[in-house]
């Protein structure tokens, strides 16, 4: 069975500065990988799709990567804001279901 | 952008009767939705996958009378909590999936019910 592991579970840094999420998966066999961001309170905000042919994708100060081969992505986010403050959770799509990681709560400190 | 409403936002309701959640999916078709259950602090936790004009799928430990799904057509799912408790207060959040393997997921805002 997928399993999906998001390191490191909370993270606090400065505003300004860049950051790198980590997202680990088990299965290479996988359609699609999904970063989204959770406020408090509310659903989820799909970020960046990386296809499991694809190596990254860039959205504003967002950029994803995957290594299928290795079951690893990365979401980095570029000069953050306190407006970045929330859950980032990736997601991978096998078959038709999808498997989350438990998230990284990330406080951008003003 | 793929938009999926649920609604209500926030219900209220007293112990023993029942709540409709709806879950549309407003400018694409959705063969296949998702019902999550989540706790304070903790990721989504996947209740049942519903497919447009089939049962839904029940994961293990969730009790199919309980939580009733209905997914009627390619643009709506609803889930009724039936008979509610205390104990079923909770956030329940629904995402629908467009068609095709490697289509997105796309999620509602999420549904806060509290049973008193």
């Known amino acids: 069975k997928q399993e999906v592991t998001q390191i490191p579970a909370a993270l606090s840094v400065p505003e300004g500065e860049n950051l790198v999420l980590n997202c680990s998966f088990t299965?290479?066999?996988?359609?699609?990988l999904q970063w989204f961001r959770q406020d408090p309170g509310k659903g989820l905000t799909s970020l960046l799709l990386i296809q499991s042919s694809q190596r990254e994708q860039t959205s504003g100060r967002l950029n994803a990567s995957l290594d299928k081969s290795s079951g690893r992505s990365t979401l980095y986010i570029a000069a953050s804001q306190p407006g970045d403050s929330a859950t980032y959770l990736c997601a991978v799509a096998a078959g038709n279901q999808f498997y989350f990681g438990t998230g990284t709560s990330l406080t951008v400190i003003p | 952008g793929a938009v999926v409403s649920q609604h209500p936002s926030r219900v209220i309701c007293k112990s023993g009767t029942s709540v409709k959640i709806e879950c549309r999916s407003l400018d694409f078709q959705a063969t296949t939705m998702f019902w999550y259950r989540q706790f304070p602090k903790q990721s989504l936790m996947l209740m049942a996958t519903?497919?447009?004009?089939?049962?839904?799928?029940?994961e293990q430990g969730v009790e199919k009378d309980k939580f009733l799904i209905n997914h009627a057509s390619l643009t709506l799912s609803t889930l009724t909590v039936t008979s509610a408790h205390p104990e079923d207060s909770s956030f329940y959040i629904c995402?629908?999936?467009?068609?095709?393997?490697?289509?997105?997921?796309?999620f509602g805002n999420g549904t806060r019910l509290t049973v008193t």
């Open positions: 299965d290479s066999a996988i359609y699609n």
């Open positions: 995402s629908a999936r467009e068609v095709g393997d490697n289509s997105p997921l796309h």
């Open positions: 519903s497919n447009e004009g089939s049962k839904a799928t029940y």
